[in-house]
T-cell receptor, first 111, second 110 residues
């Protein structure tokens, strides 16, 4: 049983560009959350998707958007990249109120 | 004020030592509490949930004090493999948003 998977593993982008990160939840999970983890910080909640809808959003600008597909996989899109967007982006999945499982993350570097 | 606050450390302790981490949270309506472990350049993994009655899992004991809004993690007989960052996590009553502390770094020294 595969756990949460994310792609790509690493990514380098230039300021102003756009990026799409992908996440496949653990089998049986229907809820996907995205987090941003800057170096030396804890993960910060970006948003959560359930039934293809954004259910809750953290304190992130509209440049951060997402999508959930019928198979529960999810994408995180970031437009107009800033240097400060460089971070580890973590996807976590869960079934209802059960334990949250994290993927290995995508390390984004903006130059 | 941050929703969850932790002492970032680092804590450097010898093998066999007992070490304790504390964490405070700001929202008194918070419902669920957890400790996660994160190894260098890896994803966080659930270490244990924290219940009002306190709970123990082998060498690890977690406690919750709702009146003072703090959570603790005690590690007894530290092993080299315990070296990691320990993240305190709080889930508010909607159940949807998890707030993470900055993490406390632990290094167990031979």
């Amino acid at each position: 049983d595969a756990g949460v998977t994310q792609s790509p593993t690493h990514l380098i982008k230039t300021r102003g560009q756009q990026v799409t990160l992908r996440c496949s939840p653990k089998s049986g999970h229907d809820t996907v959350s995205w987090y941003q983890q800057a170096l030396g910080q804890g993960p910060q909640f970006i948003f959560q998707y359930y039934e293809e809808e954004e259910r809750q959003r953290g304190n992130f600008p509209d440049r951060f958007s997402g999508h959930q597909f019928p198979n529960y996989s999810s994408e995180l899109n970031v437009n107009a990249l800033l240097l400060g967007d460089s971070a580890l982006y973590l996807c976590a999945s869960r079934y209802q109120q059960d334990e949250q499982y994290f993927g290995p993350g995508t390390r984004l570097t903006v130059t | 004020r941050k929703e969850v606050e932790q002492d970032p450390g680092p804590f450097n302790v010898p093998e066999g030592a007992t070490v304790a981490f504390n964490c405070t949270y700001s929202n008194s309506a918070s419902q669920s509490f957890f400790w996660y472990r994160q190894d260098c350049r890896k994803e966080p993994k659930l270490l244990m949930s924290v219940y009002s009655s306190g709970n123990e899992d082998g060498r690890f004991t977690a406690q919750l004090n709702r009146a003072s809004q703090y959570i603790s993690l005690l590690i007894r007989d530290s092993k080299l493999s315990d070296s990691a960052t320990y993240l305190c996590v709080v889930n508010e009553n909607t159940g949807n948003q998890f707030y993470f502390g900055t993490g406390t770094s632990l290094t167990v020294i031979p």
